[in-house]
């Protein structure tokens, strides 16, 4: 079970990837039938929302509400790409910043420029992938940004997966008229799992994967809103408007309790969130510690949100004592597709 895993499967006949490393599920990718974050529509604005700064738009899927409002007037048709699933009864959340990702590179039409990855910082490389930048991206084009996974990568393939996301923007970009329209599908499971997990692992595309490698199992633990951490736990609840996240000590009556499994949860805490496609306002109900040790405490979350894709921010403290976050939904929640 050592090792990274990728298993491409099903899971109640809709598509599926898992990422196993060393036997634990660290992320899952499921379809469902809501339009994908990532897909690109030509849409019509339909009203301002006085008061909320946003505005309704028309998009072949239904309604969408867009963050914006300066500039636009009804009928306008605009493209816009969605950025999440939308809770139920809501519309799709959209943003008219678009960008084209692949596995090395992200295209950028409203941010003109070449850059590379922070995470890259051998400067010879950095310079041979500026300069590779330079002779497949057109001068005066769109902006360019070249992931981590081109550290080291053959310049081909860099090249290709350039122009092909150039290209696609290039093509999109310039169909801007008309009416509303899927101009881009996001992309599915299989393809997000080749795009964003990109360390070396065994690929296992067999039928069944889901269950000789594990994951069903993982699933089935995921079901509860307990989660056990040695003596303590901490508990996983969505409501209507958050998630409650509440962290006990159990049995564990030691001075060193209360921080041991709140440092524990923290470690954990942004796993647990992406498997079960939890996000919006999180607040957590720490096991009581002193407050000297809530800087501690957040070195760790920090620490570990730094390993996790799905945009978060640590908003801070309450006067009752609980940290809360705000957390992209970008994905759907485990309950939705497991039931």
């Not at 850059?115 to 051998?122: K, Y």
Request: hydrophobic share 40%.
């Amino acid at each position: 079970m050592k090792g990274r895993t990728i298993a491409l499967d099903h899971l109640n006949k809709a598509e599926a990837a898992a990422l196993m490393v060393d036997g634990v599920l660290q992320d899952l990718l499921v379809d469902t039938d809501l339009p994908r974050p990532g897909t690109i529509y030509r849409a019509i604005a339909l009203r301002p929302m006085k008061g909320q700064g946003g505005m309704f738009l028309q998009s072949p899927d239904g309604p969408c509400y867009l963050r914006q409002i300066k500039g636009l007037a009804a009928g306008q048709p605009l493209l816009v790409q969605v950025t999440g699933y939308a809770e139920a009864g809501k519309a799709i959340p959209v943003t008219t910043k678009i960008l084209f990702k692949s596995r090395h590179a992200i295209v950028t039409p409203e941010a003109p420029g070449f850059n590379v990855s922070r995470s890259i910082r051998d400067e010879e490389e950095r310079v041979r992938l500026i300069d590779l930048a330079h002779e497949v991206m057109e001068k005066g084009g769109h902006g360019l940004i070249l992931r981590s996974s081109c550290d080291g990568a053959d310049a081909d393939e860099i090249a290709e997966d350039i122009r092909a996301m150039a290209d696609l923007a290039a093509t999109v970009m310039n169909d801007a008229t008309g009416g509303a329209e899927t101009l881009v599908e996001g992309d599915s499971p299989h393809a997000l799992a080749w795009r964003e997990w990109v360390e070396p692992a065994d690929i296992d595309t067999e039928t069944g994967s889901f269950e000789t490698r594990g994951v069903l199992d993982a699933l089935e633990e995921l079901r509860s809103a307990r989660v056990p951490l040695g003596d303590g736990s901490m508990y996983i609840e969505p409501t209507r408007a958050l998630v409650a996240v509440d962290i006990n000590t159990g049995g564990d009556t030691t001075p060193a309790a209360g921080l041991k499994v709140n440092l524990a949860a923290m470690k954990d805490l942004p796993r647990q969130l992406r498997l079960r496609g939890l996000g919006g306002q999180i607040t957590i109900d720490m096991a009581p510690v002193p407050k000297k040790d809530r800087r501690a405490i957040e070195s760790a979350l920090r620490a570990a949100l730094k390993l996790c894709t799905i945009e978060t921010t640590l908003v801070g403290w309450t006067p009752m004592g609980n940290l809360e976050l705000q957390r992209k939904r970008d994905r759907i929640a485990l309950s939705q597709v497991l039931a």
